[in-house]
């Protein structure tokens, strides 16, 4: 292999309809046997991505894929091994039951479960962007009551947004800890994950899922707030930013903002093209954030990103 060259490899997600996720172990007498990864392997000159993925899956598993999108795209450098070009597309139609045909062994987990597992070094951020959804709803500022706002969000969560992040002062005022709260428990409920917004005292007292970090507070820290398993966001505007989030080990970022947004008036947006080509340089699952909207994510996935972060687009309304 030149010098820089990096191996390009296709890998799976599929997910079958109780959501459980289908991986993999390395044959024995491949490089790093035992280990779990995602069904994939190298293109082959001149293969097209989708063309390498229905081959691969057809030689491993005995699998025909129907249909698929990007996931999420990283490079990852083995200390002692390739450089790889990881390109891992969401499966969400195929035909056949999935038979080892190269000795490995292979089973279904639940997202949740995918963490206990051995894994790849390069596969933790995938692991992750097959555990998220593509749609993160943020809370809005302006909401009448605290009753209100909790109302939204067990109503977001029933409409099937099942990542949120409660944001705003209201949080540190009288009564907000108990709302926030309340706020996990039902969106919980109805099979949402809740992240609160720059505390993780707050996050672990409202027994939240994780914690999401303005890029100030991140910026001071030097090391990953929350233990796993759980999740913690990053707010990420510029490329320093960005690496710093991947330093700390954060689990995703939002990028932005990539339009003008009414929630930061004045402040220049980034644009989709500089927005694309600093998530492209991501190692973690990216959303898209600042005058967003669900239109989008069709482009979006296309570029392998993770989805959208949104106020207004995500169910305004719902906080009325
Ligand atoms: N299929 C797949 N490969 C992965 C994942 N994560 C990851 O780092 N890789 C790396 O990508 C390469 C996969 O290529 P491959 O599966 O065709 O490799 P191979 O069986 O010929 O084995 P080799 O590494 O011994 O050459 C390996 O270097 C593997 O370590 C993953 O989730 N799925």
Not at 73 to 78: G, K, T, V, W
Not at 199 to 226: I, M, N, T, Y
Not at 305 to 311: D, F, N, R
Request: contains cysteine; negative net charge.
């Amino acid at each position: 292999m030149a010098r820089g060259e990096r191996l390009r490899i296709v890998a799976a997600v599929l997910r079958d309809q109780d959501g459980r996720i289908l991986v993999s172990t390395r044959p024995a007498g491949r490089s790093m046997s035992g280990r779990w990864e995602f069904p994939g392997g190298k293109r082959e000159p001149g293969e097209g991505r989708w063309a390498a993925l229905v081959r691969e899956l057809s030689e491993e598993l005995d699998l025909h894929l129907v249909e698929g999108r990007p996931l999420i795209r990283i490079q990852h450098d083995y200390p002692d091994g390739p450089a790889v070009d990881l390109d891992v597309w969401l499966v969400t139609a195929w035909e056949g039951a999935p038979r080892a045909l190269e000795g490995q062994q292979f089973d279904w987990f639940a997202p949740e479960a995918l963490s206990r597992l051995d894994f790849l070094a390069a596969n933790t951020p995938i692991v992750t962007a097959a555990r998220l959804p593509d749609r993160y709803l943020v809370t809005p500022p302006d909401f009448a009551r605290l009753e209100d706002l909790v109302a939204g969000v067990e109503a977001a969560a029933r409409r099937g947004i099942s990542l949120i992040q409660l944001r705003g002062d209201w949080l540190r005022q009288s009564g907000g800890q108990v709302a926030a709260k309340e706020a996990v428990a039902r969106a919980r409920a109805a099979g949402a994950s809740v992240l609160i917004n720059g505390d993780p005292g707050l996050a672990e007292k409202c027994q939240a899922d994780g914690v999401h970090l303005p890029a100030r507070l991140a910026a001071g820290l030097e090391s990953r707030p929350v233990v796993r398993p759980g999740l913690v966001g990053v707010s990420c505007h510029d490329e320093a930013e960005l690496r710093h989030a991947e330093a700390l080990g954060a689990d995703f970022v939002t990028l932005g903002h990539v339009r003008p947004t009414p929630s930061h008036p004045g402040a220049e947006p980034l644009g989709m093209d500089r927005f694309l080509a600093l998530a492209g340089s991501a190692s973690l699952p990216v959303y898209a954030i600042g005058g967003m909207g669900v239109a989008d994510l069709p482009a979006l996935h296309q570029q392998s990103i993770q989805g959208i972060a949104a106020i207004r687009g995500l169910g305004r309304q719902l906080f009325a």
